[in-house]
């Protein structure tokens, strides 16, 4: 059940597993269903697709599909409802929605760096100081990207408008910010790589805030493996498999790294339509860390960040919502 989508139109995708009344993955015990995004911090689980890991690790009677988002509301509506058994997601997503009684459960890490805050060409922007007044993008409200932009711009002093403060804020795809920039829709893009390096190479943009100087840039993981935990006490084994493979294609990027620049451009390509250069994916390459670490500190303490920002409506307990006992 693969669904491929152009990043160069952004249609929206909210529903569209559901509405195709396809059975919940976890109905057909032959079945599993892989999810994940066309960015960087994701590149496990385009190797693990390319080389067959899960395929490997799951073993025979097993059936892998894979699912591509453009972002974590619809990747986490196909965790609730069932369209998916696993994948990767932005933890962000993971925890607004266990916040919300979905049941999700983060087991592993997928990688970290990757965010890069750029300034339009054009803007007037030189540093943070010049944000005030200014529009910036992220693709989500409450995203992982998004926490860590404002949580970086709160401790300057400097916040939204969502909540009173002078930066205005719009949502977009990623693969747009190139765009947006050209129309000076907006003057500032928190961009998940490749986009960021994309942006840079060519439109001129300015990095303003590198992808390790912003909030919980190498501390917690931009991306996590998350399943949920009726899958885990209903089918250990499955979950065991799933992580394996993880840890094999994060194993194989270590490893074999042009390999693995090359398997990301052909699967972004297949995806969205665009094939990125290969001097972009080096640049990009540079801003992340794939590793598949998880440390519950970390996400608890990115989570009282998105309850500072009133990203979350309540103070997080999220205790219940790692498990690493797969890692192991």
């Known amino acids: 059940m693969k669904r491929i989508f152009s990043l160069l139109a952004p249609v929206a995708l909210a529903g569209v597993l559901t509405a195709c009344g396809s059975p919940n993955a976890s109905e057909d015990s032959s079945k599993v269903t892989i999810g994940y995004f066309p960015n960087l911090d994701h590149v496990p689980a385009m190797v693990a697709k390319d080389q067959e890991l899960y395929e490997k690790n799951l073993g025979e009677g097993k059936t892998v599909e894979y699912v591509t988002f453009a972002d974590g509301a619809d990747f986490m509506t196909a965790l609730k409802t069932g369209d998916i058994d696993a994948g990767l997601v932005g933890p962000g997503p993971a925890m607004n929605n266990y916040t919300n009684g979905a049941d999700v459960t983060m087991i592993a890490g997928g990688a970290s760096g990757g965010t890069v805050v750029m300034a339009r060409n054009g803007s007037g922007i030189e540093s943070i100081e010049d944000f005030a007044g200014k529009t910036f993008v992220t693709p989500r409200v409450g995203c992982t990207h998004d926490v860590q932009f404002e949580t970086f711009m709160k401790e300057s002093g400097i916040t939204s408008n969502r909540i009173g403060g002078e ?15 050209a129309t000076a829709k907006v003057d500032v893009a928190v961009a998940p ?45 499955m979950v065991q498999g799933i992580v394996d493979a993880h840890k094999e294609a994060t194993e194989f990027i270590a490893q074999n790294p042009d390999e693995a620049k090359e398997i990301t451009i052909n699967t972004i390509d297949d995806i969205t339509g665009q094939k990125l250069e290969a001097s972009i994916i080096d640049g990009a390459w540079d801003n992340m860390i794939f590793d598949t670490a998880l440390a519950p500190e970390e996400i608890q303490a990115f989570g009282d960040s998105s309850f500072d920002l009133k990203f979350l409506k309540k103070q997080p307990d999220f205790a219940l919502l790692t498990d690493t006992q797969f890692l192991e």
């Open 167 to 181: 930066m205005l804020h719009q949502t977009g795809n990623p693969a747009q910010y190139e765009a947006m920039f």
């Open 193 to 237: 790589e490749p986009w960021a390096s994309v942006l840079k190479q060519n439109t001129g943009a300015k990095v303003i805030i590198e992808a390790d100087e912003i909030s919980f840039g190498t501390t917690m993981p931009a991306s996590v493996l998350v399943t949920s935990s009726k899958l885990i006490e209903e089918n250990p084994e």
